[in-house]
């Protein structure tokens, strides 16, 4: 099946700083992209779209200049924590789609903890 | 996207069927149920899907009942490693839509 990876597996950063992750199709091209968040014990909650191209699509709540979102290629989208407080620890996962298929693929997930 | 109710928690013995239900009575026409599983601290797999006939797949069995509001996934020999949570989403198919993770189901397989 198709394999989405995610890099870094885990991340601890200081509060006040950034952090990036990035999300990468491995085999095969996704058009689409989706960021979610989950906290401890509870559901994923989709933070936003990412279509390759064009500005990411945000949800309620989601501060667009607070999770910089940028998918450039086919191949590869990033979520980058701007001044990260530890409020913003959490679970982070992405997933893909191939297009056409009625499956989604989920990145392994990001750990980050902000001290 | 339709409602779903699923049971917070269920055990199974490792070895037996584990069936899993989920209801939605306010599905639409045009709308599949996904079933999706999280093992803990790793992103969600997909099993498998459906429309309106069963469906299995080398993971899982779908039983959708006739009138479409109730579903239940059959885990035929569970194993240790089946224990996750398992999401029961329905939506409109196609895969460039977000998915509604409701809270799901804590499947623990008892050795």
């Known amino acids: 099946g198709a394999v989405v990876s995610q890099h870094p597996s885990w991340v601890i950063c200081k509060s006040g700083t950034s952090v990036k992750i990035e999300c990468r199709s491995l085999?095969?091209?996704?058009?689409?992209m989706f960021w979610y968040r989950q906290f401890p014990k509870q559901s994923l909650m989709l933070m936003a779209t990412?279509?390759?191209?064009?500005?990411?699509?945000?949800e309620q709540g989601v501060e667009k200049d607070k999770f910089l979102i940028n998918h450039a290629s086919l191949t590869l989208s990033t979520l980058t924590v701007t001044s990260a407080h530890p409020e913003d620890s959490s679970f982070y996962i992405c997933?893909?789609?191939?297009?056409?298929?009625?499956?989604?693929?989920f990145g392994p997930g990001t750990r980050l903890t902000v001290t | 996207d339709a409602k779903t109710t699923q049971p917070t928690s269920m055990d199974c013995a490792e070895g037996r069927a584990a069936n899993l239900p989920c209801n939605h009575s306010?599905?639409?026409?045009?709308?599949?149920v996904y079933w999706y599983r999280q093992i803990h601290s790793q992103g969600p797999q997909y099993i498998i899907h459906?429309?309106?006939n069963n469906e299995t797949n080398e993971m899982a069995s779908l039983i959708i009942t006739e009138d479409r509001k109730s579903s239940t996934l059959i885990l035929p020999h569970a194993t240790l490693r089946d224990t996750a949570v398992y999401y029961c989403?329905?939506?409109?198919?196609?895969?460039?839509?977000?998915?509604?993770f409701g809270s799901g189901t804590q499947l623990t397989v008892l050795p």
């Open positions: 989403i329905v939506r409109v198919g196609g895969s460039a839509r977000q998915l509604t």
């Open positions: 997933s893909a789609n191939t297009g056409g298929t009625f499956e989604q693929y």
């Open positions: 085999d095969f091209q996704a058009t689409t």
């Open positions: 990412s279509n390759e191209g064009s500005k990411a699509t945000y």
């Open positions: 306010t599905i639409s026409g045009n709308e599949y």
């Open positions: 459906g429309l309106k």
